[in-house]
T-cell receptor
Framework: DSGVTQTPKHLITATGQRVTLRCSPR?????VYWYQQSLDQGLQFLIQ???????AKGNILERFSAQQFPDLHSELNLSSLELGDSALYFC???????????????FGPGTRLTVL | DAKTTQPPSMDCAEGRAANLPCNHS???????VYWYRQIHSQGPQYIIH???NNETNEMASLIITEDRKSSTLILPHATLRDTAVYYC??????????????FGQGTTLQVKP
């Protein structure tokens, strides 16, 4: 158990819909990262927040957005869903912004999104 | 960040050492090598990282060649629970950097009884 929790575990929805994925980082961790894992693209970095502020952006679509709240939990919002958005979405946390060489990230169990 | 090349799959007998290679021939001086693994759709797990010296922790050893163009992750006594996809990642560490990890395709290690 990494200490990172993600809800829900599974989500099935239809094309065009909007969903929200939730992540609670390890106690005390200020950084939250979101990754998407699909069969054809592998594990891809989406976005990082550090202490409420966006710190890095990866291949995140405009239809997707995220935020980190004052209690440090984070939400990833996916809208106008397409079949290709079906994937495992992982949240990870760390206690640092990611500048230094030490970069251990603790990953949650993921949310499996299926778009029908 | 430098690109890495790993074999797509490897087998290892239980109890034997598993040696997973990674090629990063374009690595630059301020880039570190990290290893993560992912066990069957669980979240990835950090294993070890290094710059140029060999590193060892309770999970594994990391051997980096003198020219730093390749490295090997060693699991000294592989068990069935070590069956996973192993990712080698190269990343710059510095004041302007973030913690984002760029994953490649990794090596699927199958430990056999």
């Amino acid at each position: 158990d990494s200490g990172v929790t993600q809800t829900p575990k599974h989500l099935i929805t239809a094309t065009g819909q909007r969903v929200t994925l939730r992540c609670s980082p390890r106690s005390g961790d200020l950084s939250v990262y979101w990754y998407q894992q699909s069969l054809d693209q592998g594990l891809q970095f989406l976005i990082q927040y550090y202490n409420g502020e966006e710190r890095a952006k990866g291949n995140i679509l405009e239809r997707f957005s995220a935020q980190q709240f004052p209690d440090l939990h984070s939400e990833l919002n996916l809208s106008s869903l397409e079949l290709g958005d079906s994937a495992l979405y992982f949240c990870a946390s760390s206690d640092h912004p990611g500048r230094g060489s030490y970069n251990e990230q603790f990953f949650g169990p993921g949310t499996r999104l299926t778009v029908l | 960040d430098a690109k890495t090349t790993q074999p797509p799959s490897m087998d290892c007998a239980e109890g034997r050492a598993a040696n997973l290679p990674c090629n990063h021939s374009t690595i630059s001086g301020n880039e570190y090598v990290y290893w993560y693994r992912q066990i069957h759709s669980q979240g990835p797990q950090y294993i070890i990282h290094g710059l140029k010296n060999n590193e060892t922790n309770e999970m594994a050893s990391l051997i980096i060649t003198e020219d730093r163009k390749s490295s090997t992750l060693i699991l000294p006594h592989a068990t069935l629970r070590d069956t996973a996809v192993y990712y080698c990642i190269v990343r710059v560490a510095g004041s302007s950097n973030t913690g984002k990890l760029i994953f490649g395709q990794g090596t699927t290690l199958q430990v056999k009884p």
